[in-house]
């Protein structure tokens, strides 16, 4: 890697949560703060939401990190479960093994071990991430769980952290006991153009850069136009530059470094991405009338030629990845993290590259950003995802076989695809 060239000791822009490298603006400060104030007040929720990428989960893992010894903490970020595995969940974070309890059990010996901790003074702290994919059912085992309480005292404090669905869920009617709890709520927004330039600059100094200028003021300016200041698009954007600059064996970072990384990733101003997505929404209003909980396509994991997973896409953003934290887990060493990312919407389905080690294969050639066609094969070193678009007035291919990929016979737009296990490229050793 770029290491030696750069004169650094590790990486400085990797997209796993690491409170090492967080850059605490305004922002960022005031959401810590707010997590930090439930340990002292246990009248409520704390919710605290952000865009993908806006450094939620490293915010909780800083916030952890410094938690005194007498705080016990439960985290949850496997978040699409029945209310049975939610409360299963929680016991295992406290040490138990609950898996052949039935609910009243379960709930019982919920409430005991929390009473018993505040018997001997030890505060407890439940940590959700990714809460927007929590049912309704299961939020509201957490709100009966918040009124667990002594004489004087409620016994559990409690932090709900995902992207903005999850406002709009807790602001739902069937919800409305459950926002009445919550105390204080806090929305990350992206940095500023300043906050852009210091967040690069803290990383690389965490990094080793110990003062030296490797980003000039123009390629700054452009990695904040590019990336409309969210964190992960930094990481990625930065990553890709200096990759660019390595490769010409130069030890800073310009514009021209920027643009390159940008054409690779075939990226557009962060503004205008978002400004299209408006003018498309207002030229398909034909497409208003679908649900908005309607699913809009499918993804099919296979492996060795088995079908192992399917997920159901409705809109908004999934991660793939390999650790549980992840909408769609693949668990494999030839898996990053989180690997990638889907963006499905009424008018397209989008996967993007989050700087994985073996990256993403589709029709034959590796890709970066890639809006997918009905049918398409994505390679993820040896595992194979299958789309299958599902939106209105659209034909969709057939359901895969056992082998994950749909019948070339069949109706629809599919493609035959280079890759999977006719044509994959082969892996790099190691998970990112």
């Known amino acids: 890697m770029y290491l030696d060239l750069f004169r650094l000791k590790e990486l400085p822009f990797r997209l796993s949560p690491d409170p090492q490298f967080l850059y605490l603006s305004k922002h960022h400060a005031r959401a810590k703060a707010y997590m930090e104030s439930t340990i002292w007040f246990t009248d409520g929720f704390v919710v605290i939401t952000g865009e993908i990428g806006s450094g939620k989960t490293t915010l909780i893992e800083s916030f952890l990190r410094e938690l005194d010894k007498d705080v016990v903490v ?3 970020n ?3 479960i029945s209310p049975i595995g939610f409360l299963q969940g929680l016991l295992v974070q406290f040490g138990f093994s609950p898996f052949k309890m039935n609910k009243a059990e379960l709930l019982a010996t919920i409430n005991n071990f929390l009473i018993e901790q505040y018997a001997a003074g030890r505060k407890v702290v439940l940590v959700v991430d990714e809460a927007q994919n929590l049912s309704n059912r299961v939020l509201e085992e957490v709100r009966l769980l918040s009124g667990v309480e002594t004489t004087k005292d409620k016994t559990l404090r409690i932090i709900l952290a995902g992207q903005p669905e999850l406002s709009d869920k807790l602001d739902s009617a069937e919800l409305v ?3 009445q709890r919550i105390r204080l709520r806090f929305h990350l927004t992206p940095l500023g153009r300043d906050d852009c330039i210091a967040y690069i600059t803290h990383r690389l100094e965490v990094a080793g850069a110990q003062g030296r200028r490797i980003f000039s003021d123009a390629a700054l300016a452009l990695v904040h136009r590019y990336t409309g200041g969210v964190p992960r698009l ?3 954007l930065c990553d890709t530059a200096m990759m ?5 064996d130069k030890d800073t970072v310009d514009d021209t470094e920027v643009r390159a990384a940008i054409e690779e990733l075939q990226w557009v101003e962060y503004a205008a991405r978002t400004n299209r997505m408006v003018r498309s929404e207002m030229m398909v209003p034909v497409l208003r009338a679908v649900s908005a909980d309607a699913v809009l396509g499918r993804l099919y994991v296979a492996t060795d030629g088995h079908t192992v997973a399917e997920k159901e896409l409705r809109a908004g953003r999934y ?9 769609l887990q693949i668990d494999s060493k030839y898996v990053s993290r989180h690997h ?11 996967i993007e590259d989050l700087n994985s080690t073996n990256g993403l294969v589709c029709r034959g050639r590796r890709v970066r950003r890639q809006q997918l066609k009905d049918g398409d094969v994505i390679v993820i070193g040896q595992h194979t995802l299958t789309y299958v678009d599902e939106r209105p007035n659209r034909v969709t291919a057939s359901v895969p076989t056992e082998s994950g990929v749909p019948d070339p016979n069949a109706t629809g737009s599919h493609e035959t695809i280079a890759g999977g296990n006719g044509g994959a490229v082969e892996p790099a050793n190691g998970p990112h």
């Open 340 to 350: 990638c990312q889907v963006t499905v919407s009424l008018e397209a389905a989008v």
């Open 244 to 248: 660019s600059a390595f490769a010409i």
């Open 74 to 76: 439960a985290q949850i």
């Open 78 to 80: 496997q978040t699409q």
């Open 234 to 236: 930094i990481n990625t």
């Open 319 to 327: 991660l793939v990845g390999r650790t549980a934290e992840n909408d």
């Open 177 to 179: 006991q459950l926002a």
